[in-house]
Structures are given as structure tokens and as C-alpha cells.
């Protein structure tokens, strides 16, 4: 099967299936505040991604690239979007325009419709140091995701089988290019360990993205005859891994997805510690359903409802955000109980 095809399968089928609700989110509550001294209007929700400064805490997490006409028009719109609303915004693996030039447009016009806003570009860790700067020139990028996917290639019929020497590959990424790395994980999230190995070659924000949002096993598994169904719940839920991220590093910023749906899934990944969110499926759903303004309403929404839900809990910046009281329950409290993680 040729790579565009692949691409759009993707879409297709991340739609199709949909985002399960098993982030964790929903076991945790914040605790009210009737007195929070705090109004909407000062709510000033900036926040950093590593040295990037960003005006808005929800960040487009990398979805397409390659694949032709069809994601070109939602790159575009996503970018032109996520521009009026000060969101970064990531591509999809520009691994396709890196080998084949007449790829590029894919990827370029998320950064025609959005001169100036904060663009990260997009390769797997397999990608060389070369590679990764030719992606960050490709669209001006502000910064690079190197996204980890063991579990997405293992089920992939035509995936990778050898993950040999991926940290090795990212310190000699980091070394070379002269923008950000950010280390980013496609749905199974980070635990402790890993996130503490990423900080010491250097990353300075990793994206945990966790398990529970878009299932990129069972993505891989609907265009498989025998499926691999034992990694169709495989992964460290969102929560969890935002917790077990900020356990595991000491000045990284550690990044939010997996899962988020609304502003109270930002809201609480912010509270776990993350210093920004990432939605990916959510945004591509409310494009392909409800179009540019269906977007354009979601997005509006999203920062209007983050906001009131700070005013609420008298947060009036992200870093309030993070020390808000929390109550966990359930599997989630489960989990950190049992890593030793409060
Ligand atoms: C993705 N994702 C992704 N990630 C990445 O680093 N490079 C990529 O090329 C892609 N491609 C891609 C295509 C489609 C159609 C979707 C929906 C997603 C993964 C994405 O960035 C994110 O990590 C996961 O989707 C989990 O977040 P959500 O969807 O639960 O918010």
C-alpha cells in the first residue's frame, strides 16, 4: 500500500474509531472553591512549551501530511484555525516530503496560511539528524516532535520490528537541528523512567501522549485480516502518564494528550503539571464533521470554557492551574498508588 494511501486510511479510520474515554480524566474532580477572588477577564492563560513562549495552553496535536488533495485542505484549515486562536500547531510525519519532494505542498501550506504563528514539524525516531532539520526548513518550523510509536509499528503490517538506538538518534537530532525538540508519544504514554532518560540527553519538553484518546492499535488492527487485539488496551492512560511525566522530570515541560475532548480535560491535564495540552482527533473530528465553522466553534468554545473553569477554580495562570487541589479516584488513583507517585 503507497504511503498517501496509508495516510488517508489513518484518517479514515481515526474517525471511524473514534476516542475512548479511558484517559482517566474522568477520575478526577477539582475541589470547588466559593471564594476565588478572580475574575474571566484576568485570566491570562500563557504558558511555555520549553523555551517557546505560547498564547494559548491547548496545542493541534500532528495529524496529516502527505496523502494529497484531501489533507492538504484540512492542514490548511487546521493552521488558518489554530492562527486566529494563538494555538501551535504540529503536522504529521513529513517522513513522505523528505523522500519525495512532490509531497510538500501537504505540509507547506500549514505554514502559508500561518506566517507567523508557532508551527512544529514532525518525524518518527528513526528519522536522521539531516532528515529533521530538512522537515524544520520545510515549513519554518518553530520547533520539531520526534514521535515514538513501537506499538502503532508493531501492528502495522508493513511497520518497523527493530527500535534499536532511538535515544541515541534523538540526542544526535537535538545536537543538529537548531530549533526545539520535543519527544512525543502516540497514545500509549510515558512512565517515569522514560521520561527521565529523555531528559537527560537534553529534551527540554516531552509530549507523554497517552492511552485512552485515539488507539492507534486499533486504528492499524481495522486494516489487518488477523488482528493483534492484546495491544488494543495497551498503554499508560493519560492522567497517569501526565503524573508519572513530572515525577520523572525536574525542568522539562511535560505536555498533555492523549484523549483531551473539552476544556475540563485541558484544565485537568494542566493541573496534573502539564504546562500545555494537546488535542489531536477531537479537532480533526469537529473539521471533517462540521467544517470550518463547526472548527471555529469547538475552538472558540474550548478557550471560553478554559477559561471560565481557571476563573472558577481562582487560577488566574497556568502555573495556578498546576497547584490546584485535586481529588483522584479510581483506576487513576489506583495507578499512582501503586507506583508511589502522589
Ligand atoms: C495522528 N498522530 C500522529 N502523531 C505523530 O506524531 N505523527 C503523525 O504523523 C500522526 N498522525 C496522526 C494521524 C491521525 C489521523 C491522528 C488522529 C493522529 C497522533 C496524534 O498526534 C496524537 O498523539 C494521538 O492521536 C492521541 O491524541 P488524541 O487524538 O487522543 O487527541
Not at 537535538?174 to 510515558?190: C, N, W
Not at 511535560?254 to 482527533?281: C, E, R, V
Amino acid at each position: 500500500m503507497s504511503r498517501a494511501k496509508r495516510k488517508l486510511d489513518h484518517i479514515d479510520h481515526a474517525l471511524a474509531t473514534g476516542q475512548s474515554r479511558d484517559s482517566g480524566f474522568d477520575d478526577i474532580v477539582f475541589v470547588h472553591n466559593s471564594l476565588p477572588d478572580s475574575s474571566v477577564e484576568e485570566i491570562d492563560y500563557s504558558s511555555k512549551i520549553g523555551e517557546l513562549s505560547i498564547s494559548s495552553p491547548i496545542f493541534i496535536n500532528a495529524m496529516t501530511g502527505g496523502g494529497g488533495k484531501k489533507t492538504e485542505e484540512i492542514n490548511g484549515a487546521l493552521s488558518a484555525a489554530a492562527a486566529r486562536y494563538g494555538m501551535a500547531v504540529a503536522v504529521g510525519s513529513q517522513m513522505a516530503a523528505v523522500k519525495d519532494p512532490s509531497e510538500r505542498s501537504t505540509y507547506e501550506v500549514v505554514r502559508k496560511v500561518n506566517p507567523k504563528g508557532l508551527i512544529f514539524a514532525n518525524l518518527g525516531s528513526e528519522a536522521t539528524p539531516d532528515q529533521a532539520q530538512q522537515a524544520v526548513d520545510m515549513i519554518e518550523a518553530d520547533a520539531i516532535q520526534i514521535h515514538l510509536n513501537v506499538i502503532q509499528e508493531l501492528v502495522m503490517p508493513e511497520g518497523d520490528r527493530d527500535f534499536t538506538g532511538a535515544l541515541g538518534r534523538i540526542e544526535q537530532i537535538i545536537r543538529k537541528v537548531d530549533v526545539p525538540v520535543i519527544v512525543k508519544e502516540t497514545g500509549f504514554g510515558m512512565d517515569t523512567h522514560t521520561v527521565a532518560k529523555l531528559e537527560g540527553i537534553g529534551v527540554t519538553a516531552i509530549d507523554i501522549g497517552g492511552y485512552g484518546g485515539t488507539n492507534f492499535s486499533r486504528i492499524e488492527n481495522a486494516r489487518r485480516s488477523r488482528t493483534l487485539d492484546m495491544f488494543n488496551s495497551w498503554g499508560i492512560p493519560s492522567a497517569a502518564s501526565i503524573a508519572e511525566g513530572c515525577s520523572g522530570s525536574e525542568a522539562a515541560s511535560i505536555l498533555g494528550s492523549g484523549g483531551i475532548q473539552n476544556a475540563l480535560d485541558a484544565a485537568k491535564a494542566i493541573a496534573l503539571g502539564a504546562s500545555a495540552a494537546g488535542m489531536a482527533g477531537t479537532i480533526l473530528s469537529a473539521y471533517t464533521e462540521k467544517g470550518e465553522e463547526g472548527l471555529e466553534e469547538e475552538l472558540k468554545a474550548l478557550h471560553l470554557e478554559l477559561k471560565w473553569i481557571m476563573c472558577a477554580l481562582g487560577a488566574a495562570t497556568v502555573t495556578d492551574l498546576q497547584q490546584v487541589p485535586l481529588i483522584l479516584s479510581g483506576p487513576t488513583h489506583h495507578w499512582l498508588t501503586e507506583r508511589g507517585i502522589s
